[in-house]
């Protein structure tokens, strides 16, 4: 059987994951690099892929099955996915939730006017979390849905972090909080805001000489970023910061807590957690197992534009479906 | 819009479940129960609905969307899926992994040549386990799957505990080690037998003047059993076991840990789990979702047979594709 031939659009840290996550899958082969850069001044992790100009894209259409787009959800995204959607098959992880619908609607109408099928909005966030929210609130009807991030590097309250007076490098966790984990978990369905969930946890490098006092306040009552939230500033030397805080991990966890039987007093549990090294190599693994799904869904003669909730799960796996029932199921 | 009319052929705890799960499903109702048992014996938990024989099934053909039949797999369903595959269209919770395809074949075959459509092995393993070792060993190719089960009843080896002189009552839970569980959220990938990730705690209420050393000794040493797992046996009165163990919890833990990025160092770990108060009725919950999701594939024309790998998750859930992507994503 021929391998899938997937091509990525847009070279960085998920491009990367994805370029590594393809030599995870045997059925398939990276077959190029698209870069908006100077493709000379590209350097892939592995030897013999060509990378070529994103300009030229086009003239490369029947070398691509999928094409993964790699690029960032605020501006590349909404207009990427629909006009590479005329050329190709494309999955991307378009992740501004309140902006799917309007997404999806562009992604859909190009790609069905040019006979291709499209996924958007893969990832875990959305993507994993969401589809184990629609399993849980479809099986438990009666019950309240949690969804707890981290720990997990947020960029926007890191930069925030380096913009303060002193501060020479800093990164900055959000953590769920345990006790509201134990909370969701004991079945008592509390009210939660997203404050009462998670706390704020800094790591900063002060510049020398610099009032560590005063950095420490500036963070803690920074208005929006951290005044309404439990912070804390841990200094650091820039040895321990290039040691410890220079790898992406996330994760975070869905917990259905929900009532079942007569007089709905049982109590019944979901959860579903991920913790993860790096945030950007397990997406790029998700857009990669749903390549194996679009190419498949394409084979069948599928278009337009799909989401998570429109893949059966077995089109994910490299096994066939006689395969999965007799040892998976 | 109509609703999906559902009904239950056999009326045990799973059906009874499968009952007040109705209840909490505004597109659903319950038009029958069908049973072996004379029908005038069999007492619904809901006023108004009709209880048939099972042996006239077939002259209610026209009036049932979805039969969910609630018989047990070690004799019961191999028969009754595929017969009544014939007449209507079925779900079952057929759990027998090894006779899987087999019991596949047959229900396809009556399936399809009678234009109907059916789906087996759905609960939650089979089932949602099942789901999420497909999702997670399709997303992180390199790794290692565990499943736990428990905190939850083995009804063969609390029949075993009854069995030893001098029990007046006994049952066993099946309990995940907890040092297990965390040496594989570590992502230190170790090697466990079930033994090794398992324990049995057992509760008795002895008979009157027994020899507890005895009882404790004759279960702990019971070959196959109990003599190859660390067993504690708690002694307690009959009106502790009435109080405390007549309920049927389970549940348990699906964990992949595996590894991502260049030279496949990075830990990455995806973990579901289930914490049950009631296994028949969080089964039954499972067994009506995938109702929906057969009345709608069914509506597409589908025919034949499936299982939870085949079932698009967006299928499951009362909203539209279009409310998913707006609400869930």
């Keep these: 059987m021929s391998k899938i031939r997937i091509a990525i659009a847009g070279y960085g840290n998920l491009g990367k994951g994805v370029e590594l ?5 045997d059925d398939m082969e990276l077959v190029g690099v698209f870069s908006r850069r100077p493709p000379e ?30 690029g960032g959800s605020a501006t590349d995204l909404p207009e990427q996915t629909p006009a590479l959607a005329k050329d190709f098959n494309v999955i991307d992880s378009f992740d501004t939730h309140a902006r799917i619908p309007e997404h999806f609607a562009n992604v859909d109408k190009a790609a069905k006017e040019n006979g291709h099928l499209a996924m958007i909005s893969l990832g875990w966030d ?10 849980a609130e479809s099986i438990l009807r009666n019950g309240k849905t949690y ?9 926007g309250h890191s930069d925030a972090i380096r913009r303060v007076k002193g501060v020479k490098r800093g990164i900055q966790y959000t953590c769920p909080v345990e006790a509201a984990i134990e909370a969701v978990r004991s079945g008592s369905q509390p009210e939660l805001s997203t404050r009462d969930k998670h706390e704020r946890v800094c790591y900063v490098v002060a510049e020398e000489g610099a009032d560590l006092a005063q950095i420490e306040n500036d963070i803690k009552t920074m ?30 966890f869905v917990i259905r807590s929900g009532k079942t039987g007569d007089g709905e007093t049982t109590d019944q549990t979901i959860e579903y957690s ?4 790096s945030n950007p190599e397990f997406t790029a693994s998700v ?37 999965l029932r007799a040892q998976m199921l």
């Design 274 to 277: 991920l913790k993860l090294g």
């Design 147 to 155: 969804t707890f991030w981290g720990k997990g590097v947020s960029q």
């Design 223 to 252: 208005k929006n970023y951290f005044d309404q939230y439990n912070t804390t500033v841990n200094f650091i030397t820039e040895e321990e910061f290039d040691r410890d805080h220079t790898s992406l991990p996330h994760g975070g």
């Design 21 to 25: 996550a393809i030599r995870q899958n």
């Design 287 to 323: 857009l990669v197992a749903y390549a194996r799904a679009l190419s498949r869904m394409k084979a069948e003669g599928q278009t337009g534009c799909r989401t998570a909730f429109d893949v059966a799960p077995g089109y994910l796996s490299p096994l066939s479906a006689e395969e």
């Design 41 to 70: 001044s590209v350097k892939l992790l592995t030897a013999g892929i060509p990378v070529y100009s994103m300009a030229d894209i086009a003239n490369y259409k029947d070398a691509v099955d999928v094409l993964i787009i790699c």
């Design 126 to 135: 959305p993507g994993l979390f969401s589809l184990n929210r629609v399993y």
